[in-house]
């Protein structure tokens, strides 16, 4: 059985400060996906950032940065400088790859971030 | 870039009805598609792959019954919540996996609230 735990359910900063969002991940399979996803108040959710088993290397895009860790099982996002609009609730998730393709997302329980201006 | 849309994006029933979710895939095909329940304030729960043409995977505890799914086209998955109750309120995701692109690939729809009175 796959198990994402996101420890922080609620994270706030006032703006412009460095705030890392914690994903530690449960799998017993050697080729999975890990994902990261924002949810604004509409309910939509907006994709960040997809890694598979295979590709341990760090990620930045602007502000926002992803650390992969296999030997701890993690899967960490950095947002730098934040902003009010990065307000959301955050999500992290694992899917398994089957024979014919990626399984449904398991998801972590989130992390609701407020940036405070 | 590919899209998923939702029909209806709120509806509101009364208890003892059925309600119908529609899921389309607008600018790709999709064997495979998911249904995810999401309560407020906690996380997306998957509760079952639709798969075109067969019959729908669920989900350990969700009732296959109460949560029709059916799959008739490459583009087109739809959930029917049938005897709605109170207690399945909830906001309803669907996902998409694009047959023609990588396998790993899923593209959420907008959602859908369903609030049954």
């Known amino acids: 059985a796959q198990k994402v735990t996101q420890a922080q359910t609620e994270i706030s900063v006032v703006e412009k400060e460095d705030v890392t969002l914690d994903c530690v991940y449960e799998?017993?399979?050697?080729?999975?996906?890990l994902f990261w996803y924002k949810q604004p108040p509409s309910g939509e959710l907006v994709f960040l950032i997809r890694r598979n088993s295979f590709d341990e290397q760090n990620e930045i895009s602007g502000r926002y940065s992803w650390n992969f860790q296999k030997s701890t099982s993690s899967f960490n996002f950095t947002i730098t400088a934040s902003q009010v609009v990065d307000s959301a609730v955050y999500f992290c998730a694992l899917t398994k790859y089957s024979g014919g393709g990626a399984d449904g997302l398991t998801f972590g329980k989130g992390t609701h971030l407020i940036i405070q201006p | 870039g590919a899209v998923v849309s939702q029909h209806p994006s709120r509806v509101i029933c009364k208890s003892g009805t059925s309600v119908k979710i529609e899921c389309r895939s607008l600018?790709?095909?999709?064997?495979?598609m998911f249904w995810y329940r999401q309560f407020p304030k906690q996380s997306l729960m998957l509760m079952a792959t639709?798969?075109?043409?067969?019959?729908?995977?669920?989900e350990q505890g969700v009732e296959k019954d109460k949560f029709l799914i059916n799959h008739a086209s490459l583009t087109l998955s739809t959930l029917t919540v049938t005897s709605a109750h109170p207690e399945d309120s909830s906001f309803y995701i669907c996902?998409?996996?694009?047959?023609?692109?990588?396998?790993?690939?899923?593209?959420f729809g907008p959602g859908t609230r369903l609030t049954v009175t």
């Open positions: 996902s998409a996996r694009d047959e023609g692109g990588p396998s790993y690939e899923q593209y």
């Open positions: 799998t017993r399979d050697t080729t999975y996906y």
């Open positions: 600018d790709f095909q999709a064997t495979t």
């Open positions: 639709s798969n075109e043409g067969s019959k729908a995977t669920y």
